[in-house]
């Protein structure tokens, strides 16, 4: 018998599998990130044993509770910080996380590279671009993403890609296709874009990397 969690894995991959060669792309080019915050490890380990290794949550005290356990379990689990950092959050971060998404300031960027240095971890860091230049959305202003990346780079942060949350309720693409432009435009490889409503358009447009929850998981409580 197939059980639920493996049917929705198998599920998403499919439909990223086949937004992926609509455009010409190949499969293994799309991580699909299993966004498991606010889910119990009872929830995420059935996912696990499914297969699926990358994960994402969006506070590092949660995840401090519940991933060194389930890491014992898989050690080869891959996770991924999605949400806001506070600087004084960055040691934890770079301790447990194997990628941060949410770097969107130059101190941010200072304290990380302060914590790689003494913990001789290196995650990977996508930029979190506020593409629809929103007042209360977290990342950095269109605008200032070149000096961002100058700051990241002049901190050899290790700088893999941008990352982005459309606005809600309008359509995605347009967003999507300007941050897959910047990406381009600063030689960065990374899109980490697209959510449970909207991966599919993401992938055809080229993200890298997709964070689904919901659609996996069942809606948080
Ligand atoms: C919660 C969250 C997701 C997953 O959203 P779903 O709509 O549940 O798929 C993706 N990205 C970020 C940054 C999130 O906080």
Redesign the pocket.
Known sequence: MIGAAEERLGEIRSRIDKAARLAQRKPGEVTLIA?S?THVPEAIRPLLVAGQRVF?E?RVQEAEAKWPALKAEFPDAVLHL??QLQSNKAEEAVDLFDAI?GVDRPSLVTALSKAMEKSGRRPDCFLQVNIGDEPQKGGCAVAELPALIEAARTADLPVVGL?C?PPADVEPAPYFALLAELARRNALAGLSMG???D?ETAVTIGATHV???????GA?A
């Open positions: 966004v915050k994402g969006n999605i949400g998404h990352m949350i959510m449970s409503g991966f964070r689904v929850g919901t659609a996996l998981f948080r």
